[in-house]
């Protein structure tokens, strides 16, 4: 049993890491050009180099995995030469980086090809003052340089004497600074720290949307989850029992139609008819308020669909197991030693006919979050399956990881729960 | 013994290829739900075929009011840009089932979702053939990479693929390649390992036979029946998929109609028509639960054959 | 024997037809069976497989599934007729007073259940009895079956305890209630021969004791002459003869029953002094029977009147029933075999002095799998590396042309070495040379010239051929794969030469497998293997899945194909009987060693090695009054992981305490190897004349034939 669950977790692991790769690579590597899609098509290649390297993607593709998976700050630490540490701004509330230097917080920035120091007030504010010529280090090429952190969260490089020219994106287009740095840390603490970075669309970090997000898909799953199981698993076991039966070719056509049919198709269908012809339920849900989530009736339709969806697909699982148990030799041993047909049922057969079900629909809940997306885009529910949808489309693509990664890691977190669920039902693994 | 020149009893013969398939489609009409299944697809496929050459009206012209419900001249209605409902859903069927857009302008026969699926039992039969057959090291590399592509919630692989690649017919035949691959991988390698115990493999082993000729010579055709079943599931799930991509805006490119995008577009107006959500809805759930219907059915009679 | 008591009898079956209804139709599976089984008694129901057997005991229970039922007749248990009863009462019935015992206890016992919780429920829902004196009466009935440790084995789930015990659980929950009918479907077919000799001994024992009546079924005459007192022979779903045991063996009146008795060897035979001869011909499908009798188209004594007219089932002698229009004229003694039948026996071996060219020779071959734990230690590697010693320290040599027969009971290693010889396996250590080449590594080293040389034929039918191609694509592979042949004619040709050097035509070249029946795919089989034209065969058991009456064919092929092109062979079998009738020379192998090796009839007289002389004893022999002393083992086989220290048989050796200090010298000291003849080597601590002096297990068998007239 050991060896089984130490395998289980070795292989998540070993499959996480798989996971992240394949997606980072896909999504920043294969996506092509980000800054085409946020600067336009009407940008200077000049302008669109400056802005690649002020979001960190002048570098090569491993360091930039190495940053997202598990930050970077250790690694500007070094250039820098002091700590680096975040703090919470008390004004905006937002978490900002800042190096710690002798008992006080600095940041720099360059005027005039003048470096200055900022020092971290109490109150979140910065006092500014001429940082001394000492700060000048020897770079590779024989010229002086300086590495600091600077005011938007970035570990950056200065050149003495050689302020560097940058193109910032403003509300109002680019804007050319001079007294740049050369080179840009963005800083982040890595997806592994819970730090997925700084989201594209809203120009705020990932993490400040995606936990009510979480939230939200959670309670819509947990009640789907909640209404699905106990109805699946009866009917399953219901129509196992009665093999070949007209119960149990009503119930497998049903929940064949339910799975066979996409969850917009159901979505809408609910939408059309309690929705809009019968008016019983408002056919989208709006949140206006964060609190809104417990607005039963906001709920309804969504829940219903997912469970339509879900519902299909463990029922034919279930049956399945319970008919091939059912036709097992120690059922007939049971039967035949004249026990009553309820204990040979409830007693001999589900037991064993629920584990393969519960294996599989632990593996089945990447399919439920597939169903989820759909369901929320269809009924604009703010969760995370239309919060990775619109990263999608946006091209936002540290949120489109951050959202990917968790949505797999539920997945294959259920699916080792699965997995060790699985051992302890199972004697003959418990025991060997 | 002296025979010279034996020859072979004619009426002894195996049966021909088209023998046989008739032979397995018989054995469809002897369930009754296998039957309907194979019925609803074929009427879809006829739909397609008789698309090719006739539709009502151009699907893609604006030539009458918007949001029309269904009436005389448009049986099925309009939409929101004033084009014949029923020629949109006539021609619908064709880049899931009939044509593929390759992005230089060429045009394949066979539709997006039968390529796909075609793509994934390609690439899952030989990973799952070298993991089965072969194991050990093999079993557990094929199996943890497949491990990592299962992992991905489906849905999640579409929006990640076609927001890297864009939008086109080859993205989603990728995306349908890639997360069908595990599946059939997965099924071949149980198939595999099954048959890989019993004698026959054992004398092809002791001939000195490759690997590649065990896998594939020896393997393969006995994993056919139960594989063909997976693909008539398989193509049910891509139609499910590409419906699905249509209606989030992000499958099959434009202009040819495709259901799902007829329902999200039908979807906004569903106040001012609410029957124009209905139609391409019905399209795809009838096809999916027909091919549904139809594995089911083989599925049912080629085990009760083993028996 | 019991004498038939004048109580009416627990079980009367009358002309019971049983038939399933399939897609288009419905078939009898069973027609016309009559029997009665009275209190104490034991009726054996013998037969082939497909022949109808369990159908009549599923009958009896009322379990023939959802498309199954009694057709006609009357199945009349203590005088009430169990047809059309509810199920309500079938249920009080099963297990309360109707209780089963099934081929293979694993599976009938539920995985997931411990089996206390098995045993206890059928007193607690049929007596209503108390958990603590439901637990009490089991582990009372645990200790009746010689359960070792009972208590600790209720607390444990069935996959934690040996085949053999599990066969004793079943046993044992089935005789809980005191049943008055105890039905048994082949119990101990899944067995090995030790277990099952103990198994019978205990069945034996319980009838005596409880006054049940038991219906045995099986397919093995040895094991019903053993525990049985009357006997029916099934045939083609239908009662063919019945009557008490000794009269079936000794004056069997039916053609099919005459058959079976001449289809099998006797323990002892040898094929230079016996032939085997087959029933022709295949046991028809129930939808195919033909009409009149059953068996004409098999019977050698068929007339008109048998292709006419359907015998009825009529008596023959008091107790003695049969269904044969011709039984009183039919002298099985007078019996001579059709032409197409007869076979020579092979040329006496040539005088002693030159053997043949060893082709063959291995020395002190191993091979040990590591094996993994599963305990937390284990995963980590804190413990030493384990190793399952499947095979340890085997030597021998093979003569060309002669046939080597190996046997052992499961696990024994048998099935490692042949692995290991055809290169299945790579050899851990040790030397294993063929024709000077070196066959210690895998397949994939060895050069084509040796494949080809060594060949296999395969044991399950149903798997030797590859369900996907013709008859002749398969033949045909080894012979383009080893180049025997050019062009696609000759390949033909060759094919169809093959096919009829394993009598077969060609017509069966475009077959598929599955038009085949098991004794053709066996034939099959052998002549791909033979298509190469092999040095050497390896047969792993190729007969012991084959019904009774093709064994026979299948062996004659073989003994006829060796003399023909000089074939050396390695025989693999669990049948005693078979590999003395086939073999020259016999290793026996336990635990991963050879026990003992040498000319075949060497082994079977004393002197002979403690565990050849068990399973000697535990051998069913199809003879009532045959005399076999009674030496049976106890325990299990050890783990190969850790196999006993010295000798590997002194756990269980019932001579162990011939030695001085109960042969602790057996324990710590690997054995020598006592050699009471050139050729002839025992691994054993016992001095050869204490061998010598063990009495033989068998009476000599040359006279059991002889006897059947004095008997009567």
Not at chain 2, 88 to 111: A, D, F, H, S, Y
Not at chain 2, 257 to 283: C, E, H, K, Q, T
């Amino acid at each position: 049993m050991a060896r089984f669950i130490l395998r289980s977790l070795l292989s998540t692991a070993v499959t996480m890491f798989l996971v992240s790769l394949a997606l980072f690579l896909l999504v920043e590597v294969g996506s092509g050009d980000i800054t085409v899609k946020i600067l336009g098509v009407f940008s200077t290649p000049e302008q669109r180099a400056s802005y690649r390297a002020q979001l960190g993607l002048d570098q090569p593709w491993y360091l930039r995995y190495l940053d997202w998976l598990v930050g970077n700050d250790w690694r500007a630490e070094r250039l820098v030469g002091h700590p680096l540490v975040t703090v919470r701004n008390p004004q905006s509330g937002e978490l900002e980086w800042w190096a710690q230097v002798a008992g006080e917080q600095l940041r720099w920035d360059m005027e005039e090809g003048q470096i200055y120091e900022l020092v971290r007030q109490e109150d979140g504010s910065a006092m500014r003052r001429p940082a001394p010529e000492t700060i000048w280090r020897e770079g590779p090429e024989g010229e002086a340089v300086f590495w600091g952190v600077d005011e938007q969260n970035r570990a950056a490089m200065w050149i003495q004497g050689k302020p560097g020219v940058a193109f910032i994106l403003t509300k109002a287009g680019m804007r050319q600074e001079t007294d740049a740095p050369h080179r840009y840390i963005p800083l982040r603490k890595g997806l592994l720290r819970g730090d997925p970075g700084m989201s594209l669309m809203t120009g705020r970090p990932v993490m400040a949307t995606l936990p009510t997000r979480i939230r939200n898909t959670f309670v819509l799953a947990g009640l789907a989850f909640m209404v699905v199981m106990p109805l699946a698993l009866l009917f399953g076991i219901v129509a196992g029992v009665n093999e070949g039966r007209p119960l149990d070719r009503t119930i497998s056509i049903t929940s064949l139609a339910l799975t066979a049919t996409p969850e917009f198709v159901t979505g809408v269908f609910l939408i059309l008819i309690l929705g809009i012809w019968l008016r019983v339920l408002p056919p989208t849900t709006v949140f206006l308020s964060d609190s809104d989530i417990w607005n039963l009736k906001l709920l309804v339709l969504p829940v219903l669909t997912l469970t339509a969806v879900e519902l299909g697909y463990v029922v034919r699982m279930t049956r399945a197991s319970m008919v091939e148990v059912m036709n097992s030799p120690y059922i007939r041993t049971a039967i035949l030693k004249g026990m009553p047909f309820r204990r040979v049922v409830f007693r001999h057969a589900v037991r064993n006919a629920l584990m393969a079900p519960i294996t599989v629909i632990m593996l089945h809940v990447n399919w439920l979050v597939g169903g989820i997306v759909v369901v929320e885009v269809v009924f604009g529910f703010p969760g995370l399956g239309s919060y990775i949808y619109d990263a999608a489309i946006f091209g936002d693509f540290n949120a489109v990881e951050a959202a990917a990664m968790l949505m797999v890691t539920i997945a294959v977190g259920t699916r080792l729960v699965g997995d060790v669920i699985y051992t302890l039902l199972n004697p003959r693994i418990r025991y060997s | 013994m002296a025979v010279a020149q034996p020859t072979v009893d004619p009426a002894r013969r195996r049966p021909s290829r088209l023998q046989r398939l008739w032979a397995g489609l018989a054995l469809v009409f002897q369930s009754r739900v296998g039957t309907i299944g194979l019925a609803m697809v074929l009427f879809w496929v006829v739909v397609a075929l008789i698309s090719l050459v006739w539709t009502p009206y151009p699907p893609n012209a604006s030539l009458f009011e918007q949001n029309l419900p269904p009436n005389g001249t448009n049986w099925l209605g309009t939409d929101h840009l004033g084009r014949d409902l029923l020629s949109r859903l006539m021609t619908g069927t064709q880049v899931i089932l009939l044509k593929t857009r390759l992005p230089n302008g060429l045009v394949l026969p066979i539709g997006v979702a039968i390529w796909g699926v075609l793509g994934s039992l390609v690439l899952g039969t030989v990973l799952g053939l070298n993991a089965g057959y072969r194991g050990g090291w093999w079993d557990q590399t094929i199996m943890q990479v497949l491990d990592a592509l299962i992992a991905f919630p489906r849905i999640v692989l579409y929006l990640v693929v076609i927001a890297a690649l864009g939008q086109g017919d080859w993205v989603v035949i990728l995306a349908i390649t890639v997360t069908g691959a595990p599946g059939v991988a997965r099924l071949v390698r149980s198939l595999a390992l099954d048959i890989k115990t019993r004698d026959f493999i054992r004398a092809a082993e002791t001939r000195g036979e490759s690997p590649w000729y065990i896998m594939f010579v020896e393997i393969l055709p006995n994993a056919r029946g139960p594989l063909i079943v997976d693909a008539m599931l398989r193509v049910g799930y891509a139609i499910f998929a590409i419906g699905t991509l249509g209606f989030l805006g992000i499958g099959l490119p434009p202009p040819d109609p495709d259901w799902g995008s007829m329902v999200n577009d039908a979807r906004r107006f569903i106040y001012a028509n609410p029957l124009a959500v209905v139609w391409p809805s019905l399209a795809i759930a009838s096809l999916v639960v027909g091919l549904n219907l139809f594995a089911d059915g083989l599925r049912e009679e080629t085990t009760r054959y083993q028996k | 024997m019991s004498e038939p008591t004048r109580q009416p009898p627990v079980l009367t079956i009358e002309n019971l037809a049983v038939a399933y209804r399939v897609r288009g139709g419905e078939i009898e599976a069973v027609q016309d069976v009559s029997f009665s089984i009275h209190r104490g008694e034991s009726f054996g129901l013998v037969g082939e497989s497909g022949c109808g057997k369990s159908t009549v005991a599923w009958a009896i229970v009322g379990f023939l599934g959802a498309n199954g039922y009694v057709k006609r007749g009357a199945i009349r248990f203590m005088g009430r007729d169990l047809v059309g009863r509810s199920q309500e009462e079938l249920r009080r019935l099963r297990g309360a007073q109707i209780a089963m015992v099934y081929q293979d206890p694993m599976q009938a016992l539920n995985p997931s259940l411990r089996i206390g919780d098995q045993l206890k429920e059928v007193l607690t829902v049929h007596r209503g009895m108390s958990d603590q004196e439901a637990t009490r009466r089991c582990i009372e009935m645990l200790e009746r079956v010689y359960m070792p440790d009972p208590a600790d084995v209720m607390r444990r789930y069935p996959h934690q305890i040996s085949g053999g015990q599990q066969q004793r659980v079943v046993i044992a929950m089935a005789l809980l209630t005191n049943p008055a009918l105890l039905i048994m479907d082949e119990p101990t077919t899944a067995l090995d021969v030790t277990v099952e000799a103990v198994v019978l001994d205990l069945i034996a024992e319980l009838r005596r004791e409880f006054d049940t009546a038991i219906l045995y079924i099986s397919h093995n005459l040895g094991v019903v002459a053993r525990v049985c007192n009357r006997v029916g022979v099934m045939y083609a779903g239908e009662l063919v003869e019945r009557a008490p045991v000794r009269e079936i063996f000794q004056d069997p009146r039916h053609p099919y029953t005459q058959g079976l008795m001449r289809c099998v060897p006797r323990l002892g035979q040898d094929k230079r002094s016996a032939v085997l001869y087959p029933i022709p011909g295949r046991v028809p499908p129930p939808d195919q029977r033909p009409e009149g009798c059953v068996f004409h188209p098999r019977c050698d004594h068929a007339e008109e009147r048998c292709v006419a007219e359907r015998p009825g089932f009529r008596p023959y002698r008091a107790e003695h029933m049969v269904r044969c229009h011709l039984a009183e004229t039919i002298d099985p003694r007078a019996w001579t075999p059709p032409p197409d039948l007869a076979f020579p026996l092979p040329q006496a071996p040539e005088p002693n002095g030159r053997t043949g060219e060893i082709i063959l020779e291995v020395d002190r071959l191993r091979k040990y799998y590591t094996a993994q734990g599963n305990s937390l230690r284990d995963v980590l590697g804190l413990t030493p590396k384990r190793f399952v010693q499947a095979v340890q320290e085997v030597s021998f040599q093979v003569p060309r042309g002669k046939t080597l027969g190996i046997v052992g009971e499961s696990g024994c290693g048998k099935s490692t070495l042949v692995k290991t010889l055809i290169g299945l396996e790579s050899a851990t250590d040790g030397r294993a040379e063929f024709l000077g080449f070196d066959i210690t590594v895998d397949l994939s080293q060895r050069p084509l010239e040796v494949i080809e040389e060594l060949q296999m034929v395969f044991q399950n039918p149903d798997s030797t051929m590859n369900p996907a191609y013709t008859v002749g694509h398969q033949i045909g592979r080894p012979l383009r794969r080893f180049r025997k042949v050019q062009t696609r004619e000759e390949e033909y040709r060759e094919v169809v030469r093959l096919l009829e050097a394993v009598r077969l035509d060609a017509s069966y070249y475009d077959r598929l497998p599955r038009q085949l029946s098991g004794g053709e795919k066996q034939r099959v089989g052998i002549a791909r293997a033979l298509a190469s034209r092999p040095e050497l065969i390896l047969c792993d058991e190729p007969v012991s899945a084959l019904d009774v009456s093709v064994q026979a064919a299948v062996l004659n092929l073989l003994l006829e194909l060796q003399q023909r092109y000089g074939t050396t062979m390695i025989f693999i079998a669990h049948d005693l009987s078979v590999v003395r009738f086939f073999s020259d020379y016999v290793a026996v192998m336990y635990l991963g060693q050879i026990m003992e090796f040498g000319p075949a009839e060497a082994i079977y007289a004393p002197p002979y090695h403690p565990y050849t002389e068990a399973l000697l004893s535990a051998v069913p022999i199809p003879d009532p009054d045959a005399h076999q002393r009674h030496i049976r083992l106890e325990g299990n086989v050890p783990s190969a992981l850790s196999p006993p220290s010295g000798c590997p048989f002194h756990t269980r050796c019932p001579r162990r305490h011939l030695l001085p200090d109960n042969g602790a010298v057996c324990a710590q000291e690997r054995p020598p190897w006592r050699e009471p003849a050139e050729g002839h080597r025992i691994l054993c601590h016992l001095p050869l004349e204490t061998l010598q002096a063990l009495e033989p297990v068998l009476e000599p068998v040359a006279s059991a034939s002889g006897a059947e007239t004095s008997a009567r």
